[in-house]
Nanobody, 118 residues
């Protein structure tokens, strides 16, 4: 088990920046991937960015060049730096941690609201 606690959400004007943090209750080095998802009202949850144990990253096309995901295994924290925010980035942002051994399992945080005003 692991508890994930997101922080850093809030209200920002379009073009602004926000940084999200996800603090884990235990060592995240054992999780193959850490990721950020988001869910806007009336829409399905979607993957925003993912980072592997080795540091490899991948992003949704809609955020490439604007968002940066990183992980600090020593601090058991994952970050999402969001720049050039757009109103369509408004959503609840969730942190996730996925283990692949001894079986595949994903843990979720409770989410943090990000609102971008036009």
């Amino acid at each position: 088990q692991v508890q994930l606690v997101e922080s850093g959400g809030g209200l920002v004007q379009a073009g602004g920046s926000l940084g999200l943090s996800c603090a884990a209750s235990r060592n995240i080095a054992s999780f193959t991937t850490m990721a950020w998802y988001r869910q806007a009202p009336g829409k399905q949850r979607e993957l925003v960015a993912i980072v592997s144990t080795g540091g490899g990253t991948n992003y949704a096309d809609s955020v490439k060049g604007r968002f940066t995901i990183s992980r600090d295994n020593a601090e058991n924290t994952v970050f999402l730096q969001m720049n050039s925010l757009k109103p369509e980035d408004t959503a609840v942002y969730y942190c996730s941690a996925t283990q692949h051994a001894p079986f595949v399992r994903t843990f979720w945080g409770q989410g943090t609201q990000v609102t971008v005003s036009s």
